[in-house]
T-cell receptor
Framework: SQQGEEDPQALSIQEGENATMNCSYK?????LQWYRQNSGRGLVHLIL?????REKHSGRLRVTLDTSKKSSSLLITASRAADTASYFC???????????FGEGTQLTVNP | KAGVTQTPRYLIKTRGQQVTLSCSPI?????VSWYQQTPGQGLQFLFE?????QRNKGNFPGRFSGRQFSNSRSEMNVSTLELGDSALYLC?????????WGYGYTFGSGTRLTVV
């Protein structure tokens, strides 16, 4: 079963705009990770945020985590056509090593 | 260093047959996890192997099994294939399977299985 929900399910923006995706989850977590998937290929790890962190940056990516609300957001700034992909959040629970994925957001960046 | 290698990339099988998929993790990584991705169910955890032992298992029937060899390479097997087993099967490699505090998992490109 899916741990979390992501919204929106689909997002279409113009190149240069910012894209924000949200993720909610249900259980206590050790960390939350964001992955990108291009057209049915493998997942690419983007960024990991620990449960004791509130915000993290990596290049054009900014992730926030609110453990009280069990939610996270991924912001991609100055988007490019190459950012077009599906984005998934994944949580690792405090016990165990499995990742539980959200349903994903399909981002389309129009040139 | 080489990434995670999954073979084969594509596979077509008939209902009732069995299939074996292979995953070679990044050199030095001891944990291999398997995930099934379908349009209806999304990404579902199958199992994780660490140092040749199954450490964690998802909610899949016993037809799904796996193993890990001493060189950390892993195989998963699906017996008595059903149409619903058609999916992208992804393998993920990590040092210790915990994801660590600063490391994510490295995924292979997947094996696309079609059951007809």
């Amino acid at each position: 079963s899916q741990q979390g929900e992501e919204d929106p399910q689909a997002l279409s923006i113009q190149e240069g705009e910012n894209a924000t995706m949200n993720c909610s989850y249900k259980t206590s977590i050790n960390n939350l990770q964001w992955y990108r998937q291009n057209s049915g290929r493998g997942l690419v790890h983007l960024i990991l945020i620990r449960s004791n962190e509130r915000e993290k940056h990596s290049g054009r990516l900014r992730v926030t985590l609110d453990t009280s609300k069990k939610s996270s957001s991924l912001l991609i700034t100055a988007s490019r056509a190459a950012d077009t992909a599906s984005y998934f959040c994944a949580t690792r629970e405090t016990s165990g090593s499995r990742l539980t994925f959200g349903e994903g957001t399909q981002l389309t960046v129009n040139p | 260093k080489a990434g995670v290698t999954q073979t084969p990339r594509y596979l077509i099988k008939t209902r009732g047959q069995q299939v074996t998929l292979s995953c070679s993790p990044i050199s030095g990584h001891r944990s291999v996890s398997w995930y099934q991705q379908t349009p209806g169910q999304g990404l579902q955890f199958l199992f994780e192997y660490f140092s040749e032992t199954q450490r964690n298992k998802g909610n899949f029937p016993g037809r799904f099994s796996g193993r890990q060899f001493s060189n950390s390479r892993s195989e998963m097997n699906v017996s008595t294939l059903e149409l619903g087993d058609s999916a992208l099967y992804l393998c993920a490699s990590s040092l210790n399977g915990a994801g660590g505090w600063g490391y994510g998992y490295t995924f292979g490109s997947g094996t696309r299985l079609t059951v007809v």
